[in-house]
Nanobody, 121 residues
Framework: QVQLVESGGGSVQAGGSLRLSCAAS????????IGWWRQASGKEREFVTSISRTGGVTYYADSVKGRFTISRDNAKSTVYLQMNSLKPEDTAVYYC??????????????WGQGTQVTVSS
């Protein structure tokens, strides 16, 4: 089991930026796809983005394409989510998760505890 810890959430005005981090405990970090998901209050968890094992391939939900950028540093066992041009509808708890394939059907099985992002208009 891989322990994942998110950080970097907070409150920001619309149009602002935040960078989330997902730090992993496992030495095998580089062998996993990592994804970011989010869950707004009263809604189902939705897929945001994922990154391949080497970081060379990324996949984004249409709702964040062009505004969010995922990256990873395997030497630090950390994945980042740079979020720009934030909108109120981006408000949610953001989770990172370990997976086995790109995209929302990646078989994610270990999850972090989440970090709250709040975007005010």
């Amino acid at each position: 089991q891989v322990q994942l810890v998110e950080s970097g959430g907070g409150s920001v005005q619309a149009g602002g930026s935040l960078r989330l981090s997902c730090a992993a405990s496992a030495r095998t970090f580089s062998t996993y796809v990592i994804g970011w998901w989010r869950q707004a209050s009263g809604k189902e968890r939705e897929f945001v983005t994922s990154i391949s094992r080497t970081g060379g391939v990324t996949y984004y939900a249409d709702s964040v394409k062009g505004r969010f950028t995922i990256s990873r540093d395997n030497a630090k066992s950390t994945v980042y989510l740079q979020m720009n041009s934030l909108k109120p509808e981006d408000t949610a708890v953001y989770y990172c998760a370990k997976g086995y394939a790109m995209g929302p059907q990646g078989g994610y099985d270990d999850w972090g505890q989440g970090t709250q992002v709040t975007v005010s208009s």
